[in-house]
């Protein structure tokens, strides 16, 4: 069969944020990115099958990412030569890195419709359950130890914390405005803010984690420096990257 005369797949943005409306729970769109061959986030695909490896072949592919507020991300992008459809994969959770899944079995990436609603439909009884079940075993098997929240400082000393657990997330995600990264499993707070908003803001979530009864040990790495292994008081961040 010629796929000459397809029409071009809808935006994958639309499809996706579509999509998200349409899943149980509440799931939000990321800002679709350009695919170039095994871009950031692609090695955090916890079972694709053969779908996946032929999309990134494709130079002209966008994708998109769906964040759950526990902590689960679906990516989603157009199946090559079917215009009609869209390839939606499982992530790994929050926190979580392929050597947590090694001996876990996880959900398979699926073709779906372009109809959003048939879509979601399609995630919700092929997926969906599965992904979540499957997510339990993997937190676990990547938690740090009991209740621990590790904040690290990247090269710009942009903040970056790490937790398996799901009520942690939940306030970082639904509570106070962070993002979770496709690519790391880390939560972030948008580039948008300003050094003094960043700083104020996780010294609030911090001190709230703390109160809830978790560990927050935060580590500071320095661009022109060994990181530091010892945990410092929160009153004691370094300040972040002047925007």
Known sequence: MSHAHQQPPPPVSGFAASLAEH?????????????VAQEAGSHRIWHSGPL?????DAADVQ????????????????????????LVLPLLPAGCQQEHVKDLPG???????????RAAAAVRRRML????????????????????VQVTFDAERSPRIR????????????????????????????DTLTEAQTRRQLIKSLERLRHLGFHVSVRS????????????PTANLPKGPSR
């Not at 359950?129 to 621990?148: I, K, M, T, V």
């Not at 398996?164 to 990264?181: H, K, M, P, Q, S």
């Open 23 to 35: 899943l149980p729970g509440r799931w939000q769109a990321g800002e679709p990115t350009s695919l």
């Open 52 to 56: 996946a490896y032929a999309a990134f």
């Open 63 to 86: 994708r998109c990412v769906l964040t759950s507020l526990y902590g689960l991300q679906l990516y989603v992008l157009p199946r090559p030569h079917r215009a009609e459809q869209f």
């Open 107 to 117: 959900p398979p990436g699926i073709a779906v419709s372009a109809d959003p609603v």
């Open 129 to 148: 359950l599965e992904y979540r079940f499957a997510s339990l075993p993997a937190l676990r098997a990547a938690s740090q130890g009991h209740l621990q």
């Open 163 to 190: 937790t398996t657990y799901i009520r942690a997330l939940i306030e970082l995600l639904a509570r106070d405005g962070f993002l979770l990264d496709a690519a790391t499993g880390e939560c972030h707070l948008p």
């Open 221 to 232: 790495s320095l661009a022109l420096g060994a990181p530091s292994t010892e945990p410092v």
